[in-house]
């Protein structure tokens, strides 16, 4: 018979499969009289007795009749069917003809047994030849054996699926607020003593000392440390795995199926664990998504999603540990870990594990930070093989569901991608070498497009460069009506390549380029009388392009809105590479201030050598661009020293009922900014003061 395919697990614990694994665990225990030829001997298994012996078969049949009957159940030719289907799915295990038995010649089997059965003898020595009628009691516990066991993988699923439920009451919650914060409700929740003291204490600051940027110990990259929001997120979320991790087991009192209680709770946390691990993978695959529908709903940026993508990813893992570790301590126990071993689910199952575990290692913040090209290549192969594993690990045994939803989630993803690219086309851009490292890449948009960007959106840029097309960086853009505009500082990787053509043609050089996006829900802050802009180093257009568009719309609508933007740079060069787009914003009534800090040797933390400076083997190429500080002479105030951030960010919420601060640049001026600001929401209980951060890094 050939063996059923499921999309999804059927329900394990039903009365139907319960009574044929019960009654048959039972009466394959006795010595049956069933006579086989040497050669056939060898073959015989597990179910052979039962299935090809027809005493034993009857047997079967009568108390499977009898369980049903026991558990109030009227085994009419509907029920009897699925216990014949189950019955012809262990038979044909063993490869018997029984697998092909009608529901009428299993009838006749039942009817003929329940006419010669003689109840089970005691101590009989001679091996038995007639059908057997089971002892009740011994039938019912069998029952329950089977009953809790199925239980026990049923639960787990849905424990799995609850889990599952948890970030949909996460991302509803996030929803809500998302759409306060669109109507401007959240302007008048957040005057409330009680919501500042909660944002000021435990939503806004950073978990430790950074968010934005990499925490090392002593000189060890250790990775990027979720907010305090996001940790509450995540602590709900590991609460709740530990909780069904360790809730809602059934015992068999009687311990019919396993060596010792001990080894029954072993085996039933090894399911749990296993079920709970593949429970979790659809939410790793969607949390990893560029395209993903719950970004625009909760306002939640793309490093959130990948947050919860690598916490649920190494609760994930954790369970794959203890599952691989209870199944080995129960094989053990078994005596059977070399013929296990030998099982191709059981070494699937392992190298799934290892993968897994190798994912992490090679996805430590060392090496994203470090080798980001090696880490997500590295990343996307093991991960096909690591589902490979998964699906031949349970090919035959279920769960697969978890597999199929996410390999969908991923592949609906990847094709949107492309449609997004051939969307895009391939336009000629233009990019221009600014300063020392700056790169300002002009993209023209055609109508085709339909591209329609927003303030602080960014989208992944593909240069189609021979060393470098495959690729995909982030860049925040500004869109500029009929082109898009990108100022990318270079790096040692794709950057790095695009620079050295930049040097070599003489500072201006042309590229076709598509790109992915837009992506990142735009902030609104349509609804805010007071907004104050704090950009630094590359996080200038996101920025540059609020306060412009607020400005302007401000000036449409008759509306008075005050706007501070404040650029903290270090030299001119970022000044001039978006000069034009700096200039534009003088007839506006925005309160421009610049900070250029080169004047002054010491950086914001310890990480702004690295992430916000220029590289020494960088060589200089001036472009001819007049000073821009001189044109803008009369419409900025211009320092040359570094902000006091604490008392620039103490100094406007003073001044002001209620605050906007929006803030994107290096990763330590970001922090700062946001436990600055998580200072000032508790200073000013009554004041709605809110943070939007577009910095992001992953
Ligand atoms: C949302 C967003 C917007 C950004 N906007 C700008 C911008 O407007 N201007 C600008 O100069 N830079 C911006 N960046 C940073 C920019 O993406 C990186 O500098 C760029 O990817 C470096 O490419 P590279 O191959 O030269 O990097 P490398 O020299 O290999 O690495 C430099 C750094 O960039 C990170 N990085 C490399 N590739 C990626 C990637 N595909 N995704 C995420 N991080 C990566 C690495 O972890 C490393 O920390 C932005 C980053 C993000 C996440």
Known sequence: MRERFYWHTPKKDVWEKNSVMACASYLTKLDWNYKTSAEEQKQLQFYSTLCDYKPALG??????????????????????????????????????????????????????????????????????EYPVAMNQTFRSRYGEAFHTHAYNL????????????????????????????????????????????????????????????????????????????????????????????????????????????????????????????????????????????????????????????????RTMVLDLILHAFAYTIYAVNYKNLSHSSKQSYFQFGIVACFIAILMIILSIGLIRKNFYETFLYSHIILAILFFYSCWKHVEKLG????????????????????????NFGAPLAKFQLYGKDLIRITIPKTPKMNWNGRPGQYGFLYVLHPLIFWQSHPFTFI??????????????????????????????????????????????????????????????????????????DALKSNKIVYITLILVVRGHDILKAFKKEILALKPLKINLIIYDTALQLAGFGEATPNSDSTNSFHEPLLQSTSNILKDLQGSAIIYYKRPNLEKVLSDACDENKGLAIVCCGPPSFVDIVRNNTAKQVLKHPNKAIQYFEEFQCW
Not at 239 to 263: A, E, R, V
Not at 400 to 415: D, G, H, Q, T, V
């Open 399 to 422: 769960w697969k569901e978890w597999i199929f939803s996410s390999l969908a989630i991923w592949a609906m993803e990847r094709i949107f991608r492309l449609i997004q690219l051939l």
């Open 59 to 128: 047997s079967w049949s009568l108390c499977i009749y009898g369980m049903l009957n026991d558990k109030g159940m009227n085994p009419n030719n509907s029920t009897f069917e699925k216990c014949l289907e189950s019955l012809q799915g262990l038979c044909s295990l063993s490869n018997s003809t029984t697998a092909n038995l009608t529901i009428g010649q299993y009838h006749n089997v039942l009817n003929n047994a329940t006419r010669f059965a003689i109840p089970e003898p005691t101590d009989s020595t001679r091996p038995i």
């Open 479 to 552: 869109d500029a009506d009929d082109h898009l505009i990108i100022v990318a500082r270079a790096k040692t990787g794709a950057t790095h390549t695009i620079f050295k053509q930049l040097v070599k043609q003489g500072g201006s050089t042309q590229f076709h380029v598509s790109i992915e996006g837009p992506y990142g829900t735009p902030t609104n802050l349509h609804h805010f009388t007071n907004v104050l802009l704090l950009a630094g180093g590359s996080g200038l257009p996101g920025l540059l392009d609020h306060a412009s568009i607020l400005a302007q």
């Open 154 to 313: 049923d639960i787990s699923n849905y424990y799995g699926l609850l889990l599952c439920s948890y970030f949909l009451f996460v991302l509803l919650v996030a929803s809500c607020f998302q759409y306060w914060d669109r109507t401007g409700f959240n302007a008048v929740l957040f005057k409330h003593k009680f919501f500042n003291y909660i944002r000021g204490h435990f939503l806004l600051p950073t978990l430790l000392k950074n968010h934005a940027n990499y925490t090392n110990f002593k000189s060890i990259t250790l990775g990027l440390f979720p907010t305090r929001l996001e940790t509450a997120y995540l602590f709900g979320y590991q609460l709740t795995h530990l909780i069904f991790i360790c809730i809602d087991y059934n015992y068999d009192p009687y311990n019919l199926l396993f060596k010792s209680k001990s080894l029954q709770r072993i085996r039933f946390f090894a399911d749990r664990t296993g079920i709970m691990a593949f429970a979790q993978l659809p939410l790793i695959i969607l949390f990893s998504t560029r395209n993903n529908i719950f970004e625009y709903f909760t306002g939640f940026k793309y490093s959130t999603f990948i947050m919860f993508h690598k916490w649920i990813g």
